[in-house]
């Protein structure tokens, strides 16, 4: 076991909130083929707000929440793909505009299994000499989406969550668990796309900000590798899946969760789902819905949780956590 216990989390999301309803004014689609394919009513898009503001907000709201100041954090981890800069990376910007003075922070790139893989290289870091860090997941995928493209522009929203973590002796932490990576299917999911152009090149090439998505192979990957990861993390920590009290998992699809708690043979309600109000926030979204579940007392402190992620890489990820 890798100890650690979760003193905090929390999550932001803009204020702005666009509905299917407001979509379909302007493309050609409705809040029927919506949510009936993807669970998805609304999402939050930023109006002026940047990666880092929606992080730094959740480091602040961790900090105070915990009664911390900023110098007392030994790191910070930022998963994101929709980073202000190449650099500096939004944990960096998140360091120096909170003063986290004794922190390194730097930023993990792994779409929307950005969550869980940030999370499981922080168990790594308590393992060693470092005390405390903050695990934040940020994302303005809203800068990413080609708002003509009705394929793509109704599934994501923006947001940015986080957790608080500390070194502990008791029995609390990471039980296990199953990073995977896919990189020869990395092609359905693409964001981003940075191109040549240089004095030498001539002719300057545009950059290529948009998602570009293979949505049915991606749905496919996930409904196989989600349940994949899920079991293999539970086979090293010799649990079951009767074992694990809730299942935190990436909210992209409310299909693909019913669908993994179906193959898992688990009832839905272990699978709670809030992708209803937030669409996809990629490396957000698995700690939004667990800041929710810890503010309603559905997550608590005894429980074995699992958290799993799909996306972009492509990847899978899941872990195990004895709270
Ligand atoms: N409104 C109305 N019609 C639409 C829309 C829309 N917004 N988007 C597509 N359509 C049309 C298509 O043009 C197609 O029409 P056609 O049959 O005339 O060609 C039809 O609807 C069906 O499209 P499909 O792509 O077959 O729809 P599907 O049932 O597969 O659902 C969806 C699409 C929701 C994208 C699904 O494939 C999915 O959820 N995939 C997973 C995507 C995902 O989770 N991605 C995030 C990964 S996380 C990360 O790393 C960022």
Redesign the pocket.
Known sequence: MERFTIVESAHVVPERVVTNDELATFM???DE??HS??GIHQRHIVSNESTSDLATTVAEKLLAQANLSANQLDFIIVGTMSPDYLTPSVAQQVQGRIGATNAFAFDLSA??SGFVYTLSMASKLLATKYQRGLVIGAEVLSKLVDWED??TA??FGDGASGVLLQQTVEDTGLLAEALKTYGDQSEF?TAGRQRNSNHFVGDIVAADPYFH?N??E??NF?TRQVPAVLSQALETAQLTANDIDVYVLHQ??AR?IASIAKRFGQPIDKFPTNVVNYG?T?AASIGILLDELRATGVVHQGQKIALAGF??GLTAGALIIQL
């Open positions: 050609d689609t409705s083929w919506i394919r993807t779409a929307c009705r394929s109704v599934l999911l998505m949505g049915r991606v749905y996930a992209a699809n693909i996809n990629s996306g972009g």
